[in-house]
Antibody, heavy 120, light 106 residues
Framework: QLQLQESGPGQVKPSETLSLTCTVS??????????WGWIRQPPGKGLEWIGS???????FYNPSLKSRATISVDTSKKQFSLKVSSVTAADTALYYC????????????WGQGTLVTVSS | DIQMTQSPSSVSASVGDRVTISCRAS??????LAWYQQKPGKAPKLLIY???SLQSGVPARFSGSGSGTDFTLTISSLQPEDFATYYC????????FGQGTRLEIK
C-alpha cells in the first residue's frame, strides 16, 4: 500500500527558506500515471495547492507563490522535495505531500502532513 | 485564475438527513472537479473525481453531479462518521480548491 511521509524542520525563521521532503514507500514514484504534489493548509483555514512535479521533473506551480516555490524529485531515493524561499508568517501551515493522478489531476493518496511555523 | 466558491460555508444536519453541498466555478471547467472530505487532524480524503466518479472504497451514499460551472456533492443519508469539512477542487486550469463547507451535527 502506497504511503507518503513528509519530513523537515518544524520551524523556520522569517526571510529564510523552508525545505521539506516527501518519501514514497510501498509503490513506485516513476510512473507516468501520476504526478507528485504539495498542498498546504494554514491553521484553521482551507487548502492551497503549491505545485506538482512528474517523475521526469516537469513542474507546475501556483502563481500566487510568486516564484518562491521550487519542487524537485529524486527517483533513486523515491523522494520529492519542496523549497519555499523568503518565508513570512503567512507561510505558517500544515504542509501535505500527495499523489496526483496525471489524468484528472486529483489527489488520491496523501501524507499525514507536517506543521511548519515561521517564527524568529 | 479560476475561483471556486462553495455554499453553504457551514451546515447543520442530523443522522439520516440528505445533505447537498454546492460548488461554483468562476468559469467553465467541464467535469474537471473533485470532492474531498477532511476530518480534524487528518489529511483530506478523495471522495469523487471527474465530477461524478466515486473513488474506490467510498460509500455509495456519496454522489457528485454537475458540469461547466455548477457542481453538487450529495450525501444521501448522513452517518455519524460523515461530519467533517468538505472541499471541492478544480483541475481544468492548474489547481484551486473551494474554501470548504463544514458539516456539523444538529
Amino acid at each position: 500500500q502506497l504511503q507518503l511521509q513528509e519530513s523537515g524542520p518544524g520551524q523556520v525563521k522569517p526571510s529564510e527558506t523552508l525545505s521539506l521532503t516527501c518519501t514514497v514507500s510501498g509503490g513506485s514514484i516513476s510512473s507516468s500515471s501520476y504526478y507528485w504534489g504539495w498542498i498546504r493548509q494554514p491553521p484553521g483555514k482551507g487548502l492551497e495547492w503549491i505545485g506538482s512535479i512528474s517523475y521526469r521533473g516537469g513542474t507546475f506551480y501556483n502563481p500566487s507563490l510568486k516564484s518562491r516555490a521550487t519542487i524537485s524529485v529524486d527517483t533513486s531515493k523515491k523522494q520529492f522535495s519542496l523549497k519555499v524561499s523568503s518565508v513570512t508568517a503567512a507561510d505558517t501551515a500544515l504542509y501535505y505531500c500527495a499523489r496526483e493522478a496525471s489524468e484528472g489531476n486529483f489527489f488520491d493518496q496523501w501524507g499525514q502532513g507536517t506543521l511548519v511555523t515561521v517564527s524568529s | 485564475d479560476i475561483q471556486m466558491t462553495q455554499s453553504p460555508s457551514s451546515v447543520s444536519a442530523s443522522v439520516g438527513d440528505r445533505v447537498t453541498i454546492s460548488c461554483r466555478a468562476s468559469q467553465g471547467i467541464s467535469t474537471w472537479l473533485a470532492w474531498y472530505q477532511q476530518k480534524p487532524g487528518k489529511a483530506p480524503k478523495l471522495l469523487i473525481y471527474a465530477a461524478s466518479s466515486l473513488q474506490s472504497g467510498v460509500p455509495a451514499r456519496f454522489s457528485g453531479s454537475g458540469s461547466g460551472t455548477d457542481f453538487t456533492l450529495t450525501i444521501s443519508s448522513l452517518q455519524p462518521e460523515d461530519f467533517a469539512t468538505y472541499y471541492c477542487q478544480q483541475t481544468n486550469s492548474l489547481i484551486t480548491f473551494g474554501q470548504g463547507t463544514r458539516l456539523e451535527i444538529k
